[in-house]
DNA sequence: ATGCCTGCAAAGCCTTTGCATCTGC
DNA sequence: GCAGATGCAAAGGCTTTGCAGGCAT
């Protein structure tokens, strides 16, 4: 079993934490980034990454791995669901309780829904017979 | 209306597209790069870039942007989903005809599946403005 | 005091691009 | 012949990492 580390609440990532909560746009590291600049005007990228991806792994945010753009990242933790614009590649959010909508006419949080991507998760067979 | 391009079929293209339907692993460009050039021991990275970007414009391929890894590249466009492995990244396909399988259960093409990723794509109100 | 964290900068990985040359049509 | 394609190499975008010093506990 392997002891993970002991956490320090520092003030870059307080401020992190708090400007992730503050918006619901789904930013990217480097939004983030210009963001925390305001208020630490000595904040460096590779920090904002690292809190980022700390703040992840404690399950305090969430690290969304959108399929083939930048990653984003997101305050809010409840059970949810992304939509991303193919052209732009912002993200909103749509609620994981509605029922399954008419795809073509659907409207979430500005955006006009008109697809659906979706990939299987597991292991594979060589991944799995080294664990 | 905007005139597409005369495309060529060179020796090139051929090969990468002869390897890229031999093989079921869903490779990488840089996989097929390295089997490309066992028959053309002086094609160039870019070229094999440019050619899966022009065969899956054409829609000859398609071009997978799993979610947050290295973009893959499959030779079949038969209606079928993927699994990733969420260790190594390999990818597998998955049926489109199946019934909803149990994911506890499921196995498919040597994967152990257990989660779904889902996406929903669509355009944002600016982007959509703006067309 | 300890060891986690930071800023800075450099490196890493994947992908795209500029350019002179070559080649399919 | 000429537009499109190639090889090479450099640059680009995003992310990670090594290091010396700094700070929360």
Redesign the interface.
């Known amino acids: 079993m392997t002891a993970s580390p002991k956490r320090r609440m520092t003030s870059q990532r307080r401020i992190i934490l708090e400007e992730l909560r503050k918006t619901k746009s789904h930013p990217t590291a480097d939004e983030l980034y210009v963001v925390a600049r305001k208020r630490l005007p000595r904040i460096s990228l590779g920090t904002v990454y690292r809190n980022l991806d700390q703040l992840a792994e404690t399950g305090e945010i969430l690290k969304l791995?959108?399929?083939?753009?930048q990653?984003r990242f997101d305050g809010s933790t409840h059970d949810h669901?992304?939509?991303?614009?193919?052209?732009?590649g912002?993200v909103?959010d749509?609620d994981a309780t509605l029922s399954l909508p008419d795809?073509d006419r659907f409207k979430?949080d500005?955006?006009?829904?008109?697809?659906?991507?979706?990939?299987?998760?597991?292991?594979?067979?060589?991944?799995?017979s080294r664990e």
């Open positions: 791995e959108m399929c083939g753009s990653k669901f992304h939509v991303r614009c193919r052209i732009c912002r909103g749509v795809l979430a500005q955006f006009e829904i008109n697809g659906l991507y979706m990939e299987f998760v597991g292991t594979c067979a060589g991944c799995e």
